[in-house]
């Protein structure tokens, strides 16, 4: 099974702008793993905040946006919020079978 | 208003066998992609395996950890999901949610169950 990488943790000031990214050890990711990104709070459910590399649902706030970037999935936050603070996970499908990555860990102080 | 509610979890012995059931309400069930998702005491998420409806095949995909051991079905007349999980393992100890994300026409959703735990211990 492949393995999807994203960096443990990052720490953004408030207004400030972060961007975690989401890497595969099959190579480039691209569009045809359609990158998910999901938040999740403590003692909550995830959220879906991207599907399909860049598509936003109705809830998510405009300041988060998707996309490829050097070969992995971003999912970038610009002007960061107290409670943008989460776990956030990225999921890439490998012709239909999904695989989390690990999570990051954002922090906004 | 969707509602996804799991049930089905406890606690059994490595070896065991459990089935997990969601109970789907509030959209048309039989037009809805359902996946599971589990998530360790503590650990990150891990995706186990996806529905189709039956307008796009009914077919299923399963992570590799679980492959051969857990099987996702789908009763549309009960608007139910089940997640059959055989050959349990300590590892498999986690909280265990279904989620329905899209519908047969792709348009995507994110409605999640509120989980239900499964302990596989002696």
């Known amino acids: 099974q492949a393995v999807v990488t994203q960096e443990p943790s990052l720490t953004v000031s408030p207004g400030g702008t972060v961007t975690l990214t989401c890497g595969s050890s099959t190579g480039a990711v691209t569009s045809t793993h359609y990158p998910y990104w999901f938040q999740q709070k403590p003692g909550q459910a995830p959220r879906t905040l991207i599907y399909?590399?860049?598509n936003r649902h109705s809830w998510t706030p405009a300041r988060f946006s998707g996309s490829l970037l050097g070969g992995k999935a971003a999912l970038a936050l610009s002007g960061a919020q107290p409670e943008d603070e989460a776990e956030y996970y990225c999921?890439?499908?490998?012709?239909?079978?999904?695989?989390f990555g690990g999570g990051t860990k954002l922090t906004v102080l | 208003e969707v509602q996804l509610v799991e049930s089905g979890g406890g606690l059994v012995k490595p070896g065991g066998s459990l089935r997990l059931s969601c109970a789907a309400s509030g959209f048309t069930f039989n037009d809805a992609w359902m996946k599971w998702v589990r998530q360790a005491p503590g650990k990150g998420l891990e995706w186990i395996g996806r529905i189709k409806s039956k307008a796009n095949g009914g077919t299923t995909d399963h992570a590799a950890p679980v492959q051969g051991r857990f099987t996702i079905s789908r009763d549309d007349s009960k608007n139910t999901l089940f997640l059959q999980m055989n050959s349990l393992k300590v590892e498999d100890t986690a909280v265990y949610y279904c989620?329905?994300?899209?519908?047969?026409?792709?348009?995507?959703?994110?409605?999640w169950g509120q989980g239900t735990l499964v302990t596989v211990s002696s």
């Open positions: 989620a329905y994300y899209r519908d047969s026409s792709a348009y995507h959703v994110d409605h």
């Open positions: 399909d590399t860049s």
């Open positions: 999921l890439l499908s490998y012709t239909g079978v999904g695989v």
